[in-house]
C-alpha cells in the first residue's frame, strides 16, 4: 500500500496517545533497529482486538523501546496486567522511562530473559499474547502460547510474511522458522486463523468456539 493510502487508513482508525507518539518518534530518530516497531496502524489493530476480546492479562514477546507495550497498556482497564519479554537492557531501559511518564505504566512488567527461558516458568493464561520478538523461537512460542490462552483469548503473531521472504524454497533460519510457524498454526484444527496483510503480515490465532 502506497504512504498516502496507508496515511489515510492511520488517520481514520483509533490512534494511540500523544506519549506513544513521542516514543515513536524518539525511536524512529535515535535507535536503531526502529523500523521493528509496530506503528500506529498496527497499533489500532491491537486496539480494537484488545476491546473485542475484553483483554485483561496481556503477554508480549518483544519489548524493543516498549512502543507496542504502551499502545496495549493504555487499553487495558485500570486493573489490567501486561508483561512484556526482551533480552535487550538498554532498550527495556528506555521503555521505562516512557511507561513511568504514563498513567498506564503501571500495568506494565518488563521482564530481562531470553523469551524460551522465561515461559516455562511463567504461570497462569493470557487473554491476549503478542509475540514479535527472535523469529527462530516462533514455533516454539506458538506452541506454549496455545497452551496458556483463556477461553476467548487471541494469539497476534507480527512479521509473519516477513518482507515476502515466506514465498522463498531456499530460506534462511529465521524465514525457515517463520515459515514453519504459518503452517504449524494453519493446520491446527481447534483454531481458526487469518494472516492479514497488514505492514509486514500479522496473524490473528484464535480458538473455535465450542
Ligand atoms: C521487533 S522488536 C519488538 C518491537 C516491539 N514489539 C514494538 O513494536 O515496539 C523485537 C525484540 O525482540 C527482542 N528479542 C530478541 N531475542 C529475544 C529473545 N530470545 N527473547 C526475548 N526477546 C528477544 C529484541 O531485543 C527486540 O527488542
Redesign the pocket.
Known amino acids: 500500500m502506497d504512504n498516502e493510502l496507508q496515511n489515510y487508513c492511520i488517520e481514520h482508525s483509533k490512534r494511540p496517545s500523544s506519549l506513544a507518539k513521542e516514543l515513536e518518534t524518539y525511536t524512529r530518530a535515535a535507535i536503531p533497529g526502529s523500523q521493528?516497531?509496530?506503528g500506529e496502524m498496527e497499533a489500532s489493530l491491537l486496539t480494537l482486538l484488545i476491546h473485542s476480546i475484553g483483554a485483561k492479562r496481556i503477554l508480549?514477546?518483544?519489548?524493543?523501546?516498549?512502543?507496542?507495550?504502551l499502545c496495549m497498556a493504555e487499553q487495558l482497564p485500570h486493573d489490567g496486567e501486561l508483561i512484556t519479554?526482551?533480552?535487550?537492557t538498554g532498550?527495556t531501559a528506555i521503555a521505562q522511562t516512557y511507561w513511568d511518564k504514563s498513567p498506564h505504566g503501571k500495568k506494565i512488567k518488563a521482564v530481562l530473559t531470553?523469551?524460551?527461558d522465561y515461559l516455562p516458568t511463567l504461570q497462569g493464561n493470557f487473554d491476549l499474547i503478542f509475540i514479535?520478538?527472535?523469529k527462530v523461537?516462533y514455533p516454539f512460542y506458538l506452541t506454549w502460547a496455545r497452551e496458556h490462552l483463556t477461553e476467548s483469548g487471541l494469539i497476534v503473531v507480527?512479521n509473519t510474511l516477513w518482507s515476502g521472504k515466506v514465498l522463498q524454497k531456499n530460506p534462511d533460519a529465521h524465514t525457515k522458522a517463520i515459515q514453519e510457524a504459518n503452517a504449524m498454526v494453519a493446520s491446527w484444527d481447534d483454531f481458526v486463523t487469518s494472516l492479514l496483510p497488514v505492514r509486514d503480515g500479522m496473524m490473528l490465532v484464535k480458538r473455535k468456539r465450542k
Open positions: 521493528m516497531l509496530i508480549e514477546l518483544g519489548t524493543f523501546t516498549g512502543y507496542s507495550a519479554i526482551d533480552i535487550n532498550t531470553p523469551g524460551t514479535d520478538a527472535d523461537n507480527d
